[in-house]
Structure formats: structure tokens, C-alpha cells
């Protein structure tokens, strides 16, 4: 009778642990499209990603660097201090995108080239929405931020 409930813990544990090992599996593989690794200018500069990566890269957009194209492709360079790397997009930039603020893309580096798919524009804590300032200024309570 021992030997049968030992041998059951044991089929049970095992099994568990093979539906553990199944179920994270499947989690990775569901995953592996939607993760896209943050990567700065230096660790571009440092080690070049291959073409197929997608990741995301950060920092400054280089002042002097704006390039504005034929049609809706735009260059510009993208600094940390340290690297700067060159980034290609076509698209429509965000309002808040402009040079020597942050920014965030997402694409790949092909050629020494960054070619991002999305690009997204940081602002500092100190920002408001446009629409929301002006309702704080109607109502007499909207304080200028300090620098």
C-alpha cells in the first residue's frame, strides 16, 4: 500500500512538471513576436544586431541631424552621448518629435542603418496636453512649470 502512494506522488509530481515545462514553452513561443528588446546607440554601436532583429532604440535625436526627404521618408541620427546611429523612417512623426528630445523606435539595423517601423516621441515630466492647459488657464489655476 506504501509503494502504491509513493509511486502515485511520483506520477503526479511528474506530471506536473511536464505540463510546467509544456505550458512555458508555449508562453516563449507566443511571445517570440511580441518582444522587442530595448537596445541604446552604444550597445548598437558596440555590437551590431543582425538585419532580422526587431528591437527598440532610444535616446536623443541629434541636433542638425532632421533630414526630411522626397515623399515621407525622414532621416536623422539618434544619440546617447556615447554612439550616435543613423535611423530611416517613412511615416508620419509624432506632434512632440523634434531635435534634442527623446525619442523611441521600433525596426530593425540593416547597413548601419536603423530602419524603424514606429517611432515614438518622449517628453519630460513637466509635460501637459495643449487641451488641458488651456482649461486649467479658463479656470485661474494653470502655474507656469518651473526650469
Do not use: C, W
Not at 25 to 45: C, E, H, K, M, T
Not at 85 to 102: C, H, K, S, W
Not at 104 to 109: E, I
Amino acid at each position: 500500500m506504501k509503494n502504491l502512494k509513493k509511486q502515485r506522488r511520483i506520477q503526479v509530481i511528474a506530471i506536473a512538471a511536464v505540463a510546467l515545462i509544456v505550458a512555458t514553452a508555449l508562453i516563449g513561443y507566443a511571445l517570440q513576436d511580441g518582444i522587442n528588446y530595448f537596445r541604446s546607440p552604444s550597445q548598437v554601436a558596440e555590437e551590431p544586431p543582425e538585419a532580422s532583429e526587431v528591437f527598440r532604440i532610444g535616446g536623443l535625436v541629434a541636433e542638425g541631424s532632421l533630414q526630411r526627404g522626397q515623399g515621407e521618408t525622414v532621416r536623422f541620427a539618434v544619440t546617447d552621448g556615447g554612439a550616435t546611429v543613423q535611423v530611416a523612417y517613412t511615416g508620419v512623426l509624432p506632434d512632440l518629435f523634434e531635435e534634442n528630445q527623446g525619442m523611441v523606435g521600433t525596426g530593425s539595423y540593416v547597413n548601419g542603418v536603423f530602419e524603424a517601423t514606429e517611432i515614438l516621441a518622449k517628453h519630460d515630466e513637466t509635460y501637459m496636453p495643449k487641451e488641458v492647459m488651456d482649461a486649467l488657464k479658463e479656470q485661474g489655476v494653470y502655474q507656469e512649470p518651473e526650469t
